[in-house]
């Protein structure tokens, strides 16, 4: 019997990276199967998709309408399970909402939706659907970032006293000094993006990252973002202070001008014991920095890392596993929840951390626009 969850996708078609990524993934544990979706609105272009990657082309839908209603009419047994949301930003929400309202599982690229009150309908939909629902921050799938997580909450870095989290990406520089380019690329339309590019883009990234790996939750936020041109609607770059309480306090440096770089994600942990700093492009290194003794690094696949890390481990010490195995550890995850067997709650972001980064990113724009105030995150 073929124990593999039947997946759909929605967008990812062509040559698209996020496409290629979740395809790989999902694939990564024996825990899915694709068998179908709609992977482009051109019917031409959705059927070459399906081709490429090898899929009958008898269950390539022309839309989502069409997917939910043909799908629904084939026997329980047959019909897609789980369905991964990979278009732009605006399409998130209608297509998370329909599908959970017909009892699909939801993997949802970020950021969730384009509101926050668009996040918060999804929630109560959720709650009636009983679905399983995921948002896809990719790099928490990482075994070192698992590990990081494991040894805050163990107390082995002591109580945390700074967080400082920079992502830096180069990609939007040669767009963005070109009135016509900016003015035509999705990212920069905040009717297809929402009302934040980097923020919505890379700084939801940081800051899910932050309160995946602290277990804490961000209190209030102060912004200070930069939109280069004056008919650029959309933040590229900006400086965000992070409270967590009184005495916990962190930043977010986040953004897509800053020449020459790819996609420079660190993450560093400081607590009254010991440090931890994690870089994405490095990401099979974990260090571990302690007063009065010399720096330590700490590698995927070795015993000392917790179980959550090791789960997520498919090669031995000393092979690199990157963002696939990342996001195939995402996806192992939710098919766990799926399938009702037993998962740490730190294997998949969930619904709750969408909502929060919806959240996050509006109280960044509105902290912005009201003068850099002190806004607070909802609870």
């Given at each position: 019997?073929?124990s ?12 698209s ?36 990657i ?7 839908y ?23 949301i ?10 998370a ?7 699909f ?6 950021p969730?939706?384009t ?5 918060k ?21 990482y075994?070192?970032?698992r ?122 942990i ?11 492009e490095?990401?099979n290194?974990l ?7 010399p720096l ?10 917790s179980?959550?890390?090791l789960?997520?481990t ?5 092979h ?11 996806y192992?995850?939710v ?27 509006e ?5 912005h ?11």
């Amino acid at each position: 019997m073929n124990s593999k969850l039947r997946l759909g996708l929605l967008g990812g078609g062509g040559n698209s990276l996020v496409g290629v990524l979740h395809r790989v993934a999902s694939s990564m544990y024996g825990q899915f199967e694709i068998v179908g979706g709609v992977f482009n609105r051109d019917l031409k272009e959705n059927l070459s998709s399906a081709k490429e990657i090898g899929l009958n082309t008898d269950r390539v839908y022309k839309d989502l309408d069409s997917l939910i209603a043909q799908e629904k009419a084939l026997p329980k047994g047959e019909r897609m399970q789980v369905v991964s949301i990979l278009t732009p930003n605006f399409l998130h929400f209608p297509m998370a909402k329909k599908l959970m309202e017909n009892g699909f599982h939801v993997i949802c690229e970020k950021p969730m939706t384009t509101t926050y009150e668009e996040a918060k309908i999804l929630q109560e939909i959720l709650k009636k659907s009983k679905t399983i629902f995921a948002v896809t921050y990719t790099y928490t799938g990482y075994p070192m970032i698992r590990q990081m997580k494991e040894m805050i909450a163990n107390g082995e870095i002591g109580k945390i006293q700074k967080i400082d989290v920079q992502y830096y990406q180069g990609w939007i520089n040669p767009i963005i000094h070109d009135s016509e380019k900016r003015a035509n690329i999705w990212r920069l339309d905040p009717k297809k993006s929402g009302i934040s590019c980097c923020v919505g883009d890379i700084g939801t990234h940081a800051f899910g990252m932050i309160e995946y790996v602290s277990g804490l939750e961000v209190k209030e936020i102060l912004a200070d973002l930069n939109y280069l041109f004056k008919d650029n609607l959309m933040d590229i770059d900006g400086t965000i202070l992070l409270r967590f309480s009184e005495y916990i306090k962190g930043i977010i440096r986040t953004s897509q001008i800053a020449t020459g770089e790819e996609n420079n994600f660190t993450v560093s942990i400081y607590g009254e014991k010991a440090g931890l700093k994690w870089e994405q492009e490095n990401p099979n290194y974990l260090y571990l920095l302690e007063d009065g003794q010399p720096l330590r690094v700490l590698k995927p696949g070795h015993s000392y890392n917790s179980e959550l890390s090791l789960s997520g481990t498919k090669l031995p010490p000393g092979h690199p596993e990157g963002i696939f195995d990342s996001m195939g550890n995402i996806y192992n995850g939710v098919a766990k929840a799926i399938k009702k067997e037993k998962y740490h709650p730190g294997e998949f972001p969930t619904m709750k951390d969408g909502i929060r980064g919806m959240n996050f990113i509006e109280k960044a724009i509105s902290s912005h626009q009201h003068g850099n105030i002190w806004v607070k995150i909802d609870n």
